[in-house]
């Protein structure tokens, strides 16, 4: 799962996440530290104009530019008071920047600040104001106003104070960081686990089924869910599934078809063989009588016959309903055409005391004369062999809605109902038929089913009324 969809979504948001609470915090953090220090600046700006304005009155009333003793003392003491309360740290300064009052310790006093930037600018008579580190890593604020006496600067009202530690804050500031991305990677991973189980959940199944589903078991779908890709890939999923399982019923049925063909023509060879082997192995044995051995031989040639025949309508099948076209069409004349048929078949129909007769008429049609003739032949076999002698086989011609249909009707048995369905199937033989031991294997009928399709045309089996059967072929006509 190294690279699968949660660890990746896991890597994005997490990268996200992170990122943005560290730069968050950080904006967030020097905003606030600034907007500390501005506050603070000003609070000592005012607190040192306050100082200047007072100092300022007394000792204009006094007329000395530097702080008479009892005054200084007096202000040191208030200071000292008022000190501790506030956070500030104040001092008075003459006119050379040496400190005259100090609000934190006695011991300032006497100290010189000249040197520092934002006093050289108060005794320049500008306000100054200054941020520095202090040794033990807190940020002090210095402001220095001009106490100014008659246009002269007389000393300098001098503030600080310091703030918070750097330190601490930024062990503060990387404690509540690391506590923000702690919480943002655990909500982050539930958020991701969340939702790549929704995104994946789908996917899952699908990858399921599909393994299911080559595995063999075709008739396994996916509930099309989730996000509307993956919903899609599903419903595709699906639709490929029960196209597959289509072509695969059909080649299962196609499979079984070639199989029981295969066996049907096994069997179907089997008993001329068996007849042919049968005669030969007896006349081998020698010492046959003439007449029986001629009974024997002409057996042979019979049963050779039927094989060579059987192995005609094979081939004739194969090659109708394995290549189409191969056969140049013409204008077909279908008169004509079944009159040839008639008389090719007359020896036959004679022997069976069968009289065959053409009625009506029928426009051409396009296709191969020797293969309708064979459709009628097969036709007229079937109806000749069937039909009692004496009976007649009709074949009647006619138009209908722009077709030409031919009828071959006999006077036989007729075909039972369970029949019809079959008659056209490879190797049928209805039980009259098989009863008779007459006929031949089977493939008449499917002969002329193929050929007729390849024509565009039907061909079709029912009972008459009047008894006998009746198979009727129509054709598209041909233009003229
Ligand atoms: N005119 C008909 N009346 C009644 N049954 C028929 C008729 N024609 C065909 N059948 C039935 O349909 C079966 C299949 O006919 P088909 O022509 O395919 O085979 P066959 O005549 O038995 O053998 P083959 O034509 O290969 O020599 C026949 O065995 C018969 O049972
Ligand atoms: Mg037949």
């Known amino acids: 799962m190294r690279s699968s969809i949660r660890t990746r979504l896991l890597a994005a948001f997490l990268a996200v996440a992170i990122t943005s609470a560290v730069g968050l915090s950080a904006y967030f ?20 104009l306050v100082m200047a304005g007072m100092v300022a009155a007394q000792l204009e009333a006094g007329g000395e530019t530097s702080l008479p003793e009892d005054e200084a003392e007096a202000l040191a003491s208030e200071l000292a008071r008022v000190g501790p309360k506030i956070s500030s740290h104040i001092r008075i300064l003459d006119s050379s920047g040496k400190a005259l009052v100090d609000s934190g310790d006695e011991s300032g006093v006497g100290a010189q600040y000249a040197e520092t930037p934002e006093v050289a600018s108060a005794l320049a008579g500008q306000r100054g104001a200054a941020t520095r580190i202090t040794e033990d890593g807190r940020v002090a604020l210095y402001v220095a106003n001009p106490i100014v006496v008659d246009g002269h600067v007389a ?74 890709e993956v919903k899609a890939l599903a419903q595709a999923f699906n639709n490929m599934a029960e196209e597959v399982q289509t072509v695969m019923v059909e080649l299962k049925e196609e499979e079984s078809r070639k199989s029981r063909f295969v066996s049907d023509v096994s069997h ?60 140049p069409f ?20 004679e022997s069976r005391g069968v009289q065959v007769v053409i009625v009506g008429s029928a426009p051409p049609v396009l296709g191969n004369k020797d293969r309708i003739q064979q459709v009628l032949g097969n036709l007229i076999d079937n109806a000749s062999r069937l039909t009692p002698e004496n009976g007649v086989v009709t074949i009647a011609l006619s138009a ?70 009746v198979f009727t072929i129509r054709l598209p006509s041909a233009g003229s």
């Open 400 to 469: 209908e809605d722009r077709h030409s249909v031919i009828r071959v009707l006999d006077e036989g048995p007729g075909i039972s109902d369970a029949d019809i369905p079959h008659v056209f199937d490879r190797f049928y033989r209805s039980q009259v038929s098989r009863d008779r031991s007459s006929g031949g294997a089977g493939l008449g009928l499917p002969i002329v089913a193929a050929i007729v399709r390849s024509l565009g045309g039907t061909v079709t089996a029912a009972r008459r009324e009047v008894g006998g059967s």
């Open 155 to 228: 000393g300098v009202a001098y503030t600080a104070a310091t703030t918070f530690s750097i330190r601490t804050l930024l062990r503060d500031y990387r404690l509540r960081l690391g506590g923000a991305i702690v919480l943002f990677v655990l909500l982050t991973t539930l958020l991701t686990e969340l939702l790549s189980r929704w995104l994946t959940a789908p996917l899952l199944d699908l990858a399921r089924t599909a393994s299911a589903f080559a595995g063999g078991d075709h008739s396994v779908r996916v509930r099309p869910r989730g996000s509307s």
């Open 268 to 327: 179907e060879l089997r008993t001329p063989l068996t007849a042919i082997r049968g005669a030969a192995e007896t006349l081998l044995d020698g010492d046959v009588p003439e007449d029986d051995a001629r009974q024997f031989l002409s057996t042979i040639a019979r049963e050779s016959e039927r094989l060579s025949r059987l192995a005609n309508d094979l081939l004739t099948l194969q090659r109708i309903e394995g290549a189409t076209g191969e056969l």
């Open 330 to 349: 013409s204008r077909i004349d279908l008169l004509e055409t079944a009159r040839r048929a008639a008389e090719g078949l007359a020896p036959l129909t």
């Open 29 to 48: 953090l020097s905003e606030l530290e600034s907007y500390g220090l501005r506050k603070l600046e000003d609070r000592l700006n005012s607190e040192s």
